[in-house]
């Protein structure tokens, strides 16, 4: 059977010169260490072995594709095959912006043997393609080195050191709880009475508003690691979510009487007013203001309301005084942390 038609990339690396060989990335690789950088000039262009390029009709039919989402399994089942294949599909057709792009997967593919045979001077060399800060590119080239003596798991964020990194990087782990948190709200609500499920629909776009707001108005968005701590924020806030929706399901909500609730709401009131003065003063070093307070909670409100209308048909037996003391102290608490920073 005649060999199936390879990839452009693939020929050109097959037949460039050698002096364009000894080619790194510009930018921050120029502060890297000499010693790291000889590697990168050693190991040259990536050249992957012809075997494992997709051909012509392949390359076609993965336009696209997300080599990050089949590397990880987001949502779909995990495919190292496919991720390979989408992976030079996506550096063919150019489309290898993102930091969890193709030669990003196809680093993290070679490293680990995922697929592939496992090369840590190929998955080095696409080490060497990626920008980084200059402490990020130094240490995962050492790293995939050490690999050669010592064989390990191996991720683009082992290394990480930037704040946008970071960012990325939570951004990543972040997906990755979501997917197995949505599995889990899923199966809870198809337990609770069919009669309240058109409520949860309409009460979990509440919380995410909620959450957008909570997230972009009252986490400090000054630092290169503001993207990191927002998602880790919003992922604290859903995974609260999902444990008291479970105890609701479970019948094991805190109990709470109307005097609770009373009392509840009175610390909420005095929390409010205590982060708007906060928020308003000379001594708020942070990016939160009064009007972003403000937007929270008017979004908190409605998210709680329709909390109610949703605990009402889904546990009947619940005293709606208890609902609304614990999500009044998960609010006063968010309040309590901003006027404390």
Known sequence: MPRPKIILLALAIATMPA???????????????????????????????????PSAAQIKALKGCDAEKTYYGEGIKVDYLKAR???????QNKDDASTFGGETILMQL??????VKRDPDLATAYACQIDGSPMENESRVQHLQSLKSKPGPFDYCDDIGSGLAQG????????????????????????????????????????????????GGEVDLTGTARAALVIEEQDRVQNQFLKDLD??????????????????DAQLNTSYRKAMVWAGSKNNFTTTRPDDIRKTQRAWLTYRDAYLRFATLAAPGLAREAVLTRLTRLRTAQLDDLSAT
């Open 168 to 215: 990325e990087c939570q951004a990543r782990r972040s997906n990755q709880k979501a997917a197995g948190r949505d599995s889990r709200l899923a199966a809870l609500i198809a337990g609770f009475p069919a009669a309240s499920r058109p409520l949860y629909t309409a009460m979990k776009q509440r919380f995410d508003a909620f959450v957008d707001a909570h997230g």
């Open 247 to 264: 105890r609701l399901k479970s019948g094991q909500w805190p109990a709470a009487s109307a005097n609770d609730a009373a009392m509840a």
């Open 110 to 115: 070679y490293a680990n043997g995922f697929g």
């Open 19 to 53: 002096a364009a060989l000894t080619q790194i990335s510009s930018g921050n690789w120029d502060a890297v260490d000499a010693k790291v950088r000889a590697v990168c000039h050693r190991l040259g262009q990536p050249k992957p072995p012809i075997a494992d390029l």
């Open 85 to 91: 294949q989408c992976a030079f599909a996506q550096i």
